[in-house]
Each structure stands twice: as structure tokens, then as C-alpha cells.
């Protein structure tokens, strides 16, 4: 059985967004998110970056789980990640995809 719907339809914005609209549950303790479309963030803050990335790191693993889970498959060219930091030395915060 294919997954899916199909592209250009009027009712596949609405099929999709009931079928991945349970991905919230993904979503760890202290990290928020937004669901738009087929877009999915998420972002945490924190005094120091190490927190926010063991926070984050633990969400992209359940949500990596959770597309398992469901046959999905999340598009790696088309994720990104961005740090914000008040501190003037850099850090590195490198997630690590599943």
C-alpha cells in the first residue's frame, strides 16, 4: 500500500495535515513548536546552548521516530538548523540526525 495523496488535489492540504497532525506528541518537555502546512519547527531556550541542544536533540529523535513510525520520510536537504545566542565566543551546536 503507497502512502500519500494526491498532488494538485483540493481535499490533500486537509488529508495531510490530519495525518501528521498527532507529531505534536513528538515533542519533548521545554520545546516549543509550529505546524503550518507541511512546514514542522521546533526551538527551545535556554541559559546555556548545551541545554536547549540535549532538548532539541531529543525531539528530532522522537519526531525521527514518529515518521518511522508512520512511513514517512523527512526530506534532510530541506531541514535546517539555526542557533541565536546573545554570546559573543561561537559554539558549535550540531544536531545529529537519526
Known amino acids: 500500500m503507497k502512502e500519500g495523496v494526491p498532488q494538485g488535489s483540493a481535499i490533500s492540504p486537509t488529508l495531510f495535515l490530519v495525518y501528521i497532525n498527532d ?3 513528538a515533542i519533548t ?3 516549543k513548536h509550529t ?5 514542522f519547527a521546533i526551538w527551545s531556550t535556554a541559559e546555556y546552548a548545551t541545554t536547549a541542544k540535549v532538548r532539541v536533540q531529543a525531539t ?3 519526531v525521527f ?3 518511522q513510525d508512520w512511513g514517512l ?4 536537504n530541506k531541514t535546517v538548523t539555526t542557533k541565536f545566542s546573545l554570546k559573543t565566543k ?3 551546536v550540531t544536531l545529529i540526525s537519526p
Do not use: F, G, M, Q
Request: hydrophobic content about 35%; glycine content about 0%.
Open 23 to 25: 507529531i505534536t506528541s
Open 29 to 31: 518537555p521545554y520545546v
Open 35 to 39: 505546524l503550518h502546512a507541511d512546514d
Open 60 to 62: 528530532v529523535d522522537k
Open 65 to 67: 521516530k514518529w515518521s
Open 73 to 76: 520520510t523527512i526530506n534532510l
Open 90 to 92: 561561537e559554539r558549535d
